[in-house]
């Protein structure tokens, strides 16, 4: 069965710091492009970006409101994604979901649960 | 950026009854999925690639359109089928979504 499982959410001041994991099982990690979408209470969805698979390098893309401040990686060994946050701002509070892109990258076919990040002083 | 407007918003069908969702783009897109998402719950890819239905979705469902406009049709609601509908274009970067629309039960 393939699983995600996000954790790594909570409670961080404005301008503070966060690494959120996805950790991913049944199905060949380094096969499949992983990206962050979040959304925010009560509104829609919003990609964050995304990192490639193995035969496209691992590269990453982003979205422009996030670009510079979060980060996207992976560490294959252990078939987990991560999402460093860094200058969080109220805005940034959100549920935050890791998706894994379908077989030939067009579309996210399974999705996590989603993890819970709340920026507030 | 590519915008993408949904109307309605809000939308109330009563059991039986047609629904249609409509998915705007400010730029021509080539490939568009639809999500579903229930209350508490994750989304779902629901329609990929325009019109192909994701695996378990009812035969009910349906989605068509091209170049800037494209349409989510429920022939028939029923009261399982109350959710918030998204589309999603997957041709250019960053990835966008439209705004959703939230299908209640008349």
């Known amino acids: 069965e393939v699983k995600l499982v996000e954790s790594g959410g909570g409670l961080v001041q404005p301008g503070g710091s966060l690494r959120l994991s996805c950790a991913t099982s049944?199905?060949?990690?380094?096969?499949?492009?992983m990206s962050w979408v979040r959304q925010p209470p009560g509104k829609a969805l919003e990609w964050l970006g995304f990192?490639?698979?193995?035969?496209?390098?691992?590269?990453?893309e982003y979205s422009a409101s996030v670009k510079g401040r979060f980060t996207i990686s992976r560490d294959n060994s252990q078939s987990i994604l991560y999402l460093q946050m860094n200058t969080l701002r109220a805005e940034d509070s959100a549920t935050y979901y890791c998706?894994?892109?379908?077989?030939?990258?067009?579309?996210?076919?399974?999705w996590g649960a989603g993890t819970t990040v709340t920026v507030s002083s | 950026e590519i915008l993408l407007t949904q109307s309605p918003a809000i939308i109330a069908a009563s059991p039986g009854e047609k629904v249609t969702i409509t998915c705007s783009a400010s730029?021509?897109?080539?490939?568009m999925n639809w999500y579903q998402q229930k209350p508490g719950s994750s989304p779902k890819i629901w329609i990929y690639?325009?019109?192909n239905l994701a695996s378990g979705v009812p035969a009910r469902f349906s989605g068509s359109g091209s170049g800037t406009s494209f349409s989510f049709t429920i022939n028939s609601m029923e009261a399982e089928d109350v959710a918030t509908y998204y589309c999603?274009?997957?041709?250019?970067?960053?990835?966008?979504f439209g705004a959703g629309t939230k299908l209640e039960l008349k």
């Open positions: 998706a894994r892109d379908g077989v030939g990258h067009l579309y996210f076919d399974v």
């Open positions: 049944g199905f060949t990690f380094t096969d499949y492009y």
């Open positions: 990192i490639r698979n193995k035969a496209n390098g691992y590269t990453t």
């Open positions: 730029s021509s897109v080539s490939y």
């Open positions: 690639g325009i019109s």
């Open positions: 999603q274009q997957r041709s250019s970067y960053p990835l966008t």
